[in-house]
Nanobody, 124 residues
């Protein structure tokens, strides 16, 4: 009942910035926790950041201080601002929506809806 579409990825140089967007449709996601995950080639999907319905946020240690997650409920959209991009940030970035009422929303299993992903490639 929720469809998510990520945009904003691309090929950039190390140190550059990107802003990823995740547009939701089907229903409002105002009551959902919204997360960003990423998956590099040959690696498992890993947690990046999450923003809850009350705008509280949590970040993976690897991105803390460089990534900022935000949401615009009027636009039914979630954003991921990425600054100071590193080669290790190269991955397909996915947004996801969760109605799981748990404190820890870093596990992928906590999310019921997923987007198709957007590729971020960082060259050094």
């Amino acid at each position: 009942q929720v469809q998510l579409v990520e945009t904003g990825g691309g090929s950039v140089q190390a140190g550059d910035s990107l802003r990823l967007s995740c547009a939701a449709s089907g229903r409002t996601v105002v009551g959902y926790a919204m997360g960003w995950f990423r998956q590099a080639p040959g690696k498992e999907r890993e947690f990046v950041a999450v923003i809850n319905w009350n705008t509280s946020t949590y970040y993976a240690d690897s991105v803390k201080g460089r990534f900022t997650i935000s949401r615009d409920n009027a636009k039914n959209t979630v954003y991921l601002q990425i600054n100071s991009l590193k080669s290790d940030d190269t991955a397909v970035y996915y947004c996801a929506a969760s109605l799981s009422y748990v404190r820890d929303l870093s596990p992928s299993r906590s999310y019921q809806y997923w987007g198709q992903g957007t590729q971020v490639t960082v060259s050094s």
